[in-house]
């Protein structure tokens, strides 16, 4: 089981850039897919992006296409996502998941996760 924690959020103002870093704990770190997801308040939990197990593929949501960057340092044991140019509506608390069989359409299919991290874009 790869256990995972999350650290980069905060507070930023609009048309700002954060990096947010999933530290993984384990050996199986990359033999497994690695996904952003986020989650406003009051409402479920959202896909971000995806990237497969060498960092070679990567999946966007429309909503961040072009702004987000998703990467991963399998030697580090880490995956990354890099967050330019934040609107309001990226206020959310950030997830990172993996999962062996990921399907970014389904939260389902990834079955381990970290805690979260808050991220708040002011206007």
């Known amino acids: 089981q790869v256990q995972l924690v999350e650290s980069g959020g905060g507070l930023v103002q609009a048309g700002g850039s954060l990096r947010l870093s999933c530290a993984a704990s384990g050996r199986t770190f990359s033999s497994v897919a690695m996904g952003w997801f986020r989650q406003h308040p009051g409402k479920e939990r959202e896909f971000v992006a995806i990237?497969?197990?060498?960092?070679?593929?990567?999946t966007y949501a429309d909503s961040v296409m072009g702004r987000f960057t998703i990467s991963r340092d399998n030697a580090r044991n880490t995956g990354y996502l890099q967050m330019d140019r934040l609107k309001p509506e990226d206020t959310a608390v950030y997830y990172c998941?993996?999962?062996?069989?990921?399907?970014?359409?389904?939260?389902?299919?990834?079955?381990?996760w970290g805690q979260g991290t808050q991220v708040t874009v002011s206007s």
């Open positions: 998941a993996t999962s062996f069989f990921p399907n970014y359409k389904d939260v389902r299919s990834f079955n381990n």
């Open positions: 990237i497969n197990t060498a960092g070679s593929s990567t």
